[in-house]
């Protein structure tokens, strides 16, 4: 084999990955909000959900793509795992128009795209007009890769060895599945693998039979970026990505054996060796969806039984009833006790906080990004609560309460954001290898304790309206002020001594004016409630 085939592989290669991914990437910029309005809609319906995982993953040319953004929304809780396990199977059919795309063979076109997208991108003064710019020039780019790779295989048809090498994947299975399968999880794209194939068998080098085990393969392999996604997420995207291995493997096994139908019947759809393969892949993704939809309840049943447990999940509301209303006195009472609420899950935050501090954990740190968001939704459902107040008759007691409790309720959201900044501290120094001190932990561990404390008192002077455990909390308040004044300056004699390092000591005057700020939010909950200053 001579550098010159050599080259023109790779080097149309590299053309077809980077149109392939310009064309992806810039009809996902297009089209990002529509999609995910349409996926927000999402619901258990079989066959809606598998359509609109199809049209999404046609409009983008990417089921990969569409598999990271159905594993996001299943980790936020958006969509429930039956709707996430239609739309990818959705998804593995709407893959199949890229193949039928590059079935066309737009040769001839190709330069003619890429030179209007080039024109458009680079003279287009919106976002939007260079997104299209860039499609074009990608969906060029594209096939003029597909043109270099077939025209440089072409030689090697005549090649009685390389024949032989190709014939292998038609007579050996396994090989053709395994060969498609590797290349599909080392360039991530199975659209990439299929144009290979077309390009290869359009040179002479694949027969039908050698294409559809590569096929198969190339079915196996593109469920790697879903599994690759699913790292570090829930348990339903982990049982996504599951569902969709065995989704492809069982679809194989299943498909194995109607090869020779395959043989049979698809020549009669085209006399043309690109078609064929695409209509093969478009008929694997038909039927594999039809029979795994139609089973879909039970599918997700052995999923669940599989990965077994149940994931971490945000807190709701106990306390707000809308009964309550038309006595705004209870009304307020109830106010109250969703804030102590409110206030236990910023404890609980704060104590994952802690411990990440100490020793970082990547659950707890998820598990604080939800409850975050647990406290953004208490916030927002509290205070549209009081509002709904203030439309009825109030005394003036009452009249006057309603805004220092909608005060409060904002600072106890700052108390979880501080929460949540104090875990990205530890998560910034997890990542960089950074570690405190000895006399640092110390100094830190009795912040800690004192805001606790803090937080104690706080929660008791809300919930029981104690004037006494309110004047406790300012007293804290101003010891910790003090402990931070002098941990600054114990940390900066450190610095000085060489006995800590500067980055990790970024990181610990963080951690102290996160906590010293999160204690001031706490403050002005107490300070509300003794009539002190602005409430």
């Known amino acids: 084999m001579d550098f010159k085939i050599i080259s023109g592989v790779i080097g149309g290669l590299g053309l077809f990955i980077f149109g392939m991914y310009l064309l992806s990437d810039s009809l996902k910029r297009l089209s990002l909000g529509l999609l995910k309005a349409m996926l927000e809609k999402a619901t258990t319906g079989r066959i809606r959900s598998a359509l609109l995982g199809g049209f999404i993953t046609a409009i983008i040319q990417s089921s990969s793509a569409t598999s990271v953004i159905v594993i996001g929304f299943l980790n936020a809780g958006f969509i429930p795992l039956i709707g996430a396990a239609a739309i990818m199977f959705g998804a593995n059919v709407g893959t199949t128009v890229t193949a039928q795309l590059i079935a066309f063979r737009f040769t001839t076109a190709a330069p003619l795209l890429i030179f209007i997208g080039a024109v458009v991108t680079l003279m287009g003064r919106k976002d939007k007009h260079k997104n299209a710019g860039r499609a074009l020039l990608g969906f060029g780019m594209l096939f003029l890769g597909l043109a270099m790779m077939s025209s440089s295989v072409k030689p090697l048809a005549a090649n009685g060895m390389m024949q032989n090498a190709f014939v292998a994947f038609g007579t050996k299975p396994f090989l053709g599945i395994f060969t498609g399968m590797t290349v599909t999880a080392i360039l991530q794209s199975s659209s990439t693998t299929t144009g290979m194939i077309i390009a290869f ?36 995207s982990k049982r996504l990505a599951l569902g969709h291995t065995l989704f492809n493997v069982i679809g194989t096994l299943i498909m194995l054996p109607l090869v020779p139908l395959y043989l049979q019947y698809i020549p009669l759809t085209s006399g043309d060796i690109a078609r064929q393969i695409a209509n093969s892949h478009t008929t694997f993704n038909l039927i594999n969806a039809t029979i795994f939809l139609s089973i879909l309840p039970i599918f997700v049943k052995v999923l669940n039984k599989v990965i077994p447990g149940e994931d971490y999940e945000k807190k709701g509301i106990k306390h707000l009833d809308e009964n309550l209303l038309i006595t705004p006195n209870l009304a307020l009472n109830a106010a109250i006790k969703e804030m102590v609420s409110m206030l236990s899950l910023c404890q609980e935050m704060f104590n994952k906080a802690q411990q990440c501090i100490i020793n970082y954990n990547h659950k707890l740190k998820n598990e604080v990004a939800i409850d975050e968001e647990s406290v953004d939704e208490m916030q927002k459902n509290i205070t549209e609560y009081l509002v709904q107040i203030t439309k009825r008759e109030l005394t003036d007691k009452e009249r006057y309460l309603v805004p220092a409790l909608i005060h409060s309720v904002n600072d106890l959201e700052r108390v979880g954001d501080y929460c949540e900044s104090l875990v990205k501290l530890s998560q910034r120094g997890y990542e960089h290898n950074l570690t405190f001190s000895a006399p640092a932990y110390a100094e830190l561990n009795r912040l800690f304790e004192k805001t606790h404390a803090l937080m104690n008192q706080t929660k008791k002077a809300l919930e029981k309206d104690d004037h006494q455990a309110a004047r406790i909390t300012l007293s804290i308040d101003q010891e910790t002020h003090a402990l931070v004044e002098q941990f600054r300056s114990n940390h900066i004699e450190r610095l000085e001594k060489g006995e800590c390092i500067s980055d990790a000591g970024l990181v610990y005057t963080d951690v102290l004016t996160n906590i010293d700020r999160l204690n001031d939010h706490l403050c002005n909950i107490t300070k509300g409630i003794l009539h002190i200053g602005k409430r």
């Open 201 to 236: 068998a359009s040179a002479g080098l694949l027969n039908l039979q050698a294409s559809l085990y590569l096929l198969f393969g190339v079915e196996i392999g593109t469920c790697f970026t879903a599994v690759i996604a699913s790292l570090g997420g829930n348990l339903s």
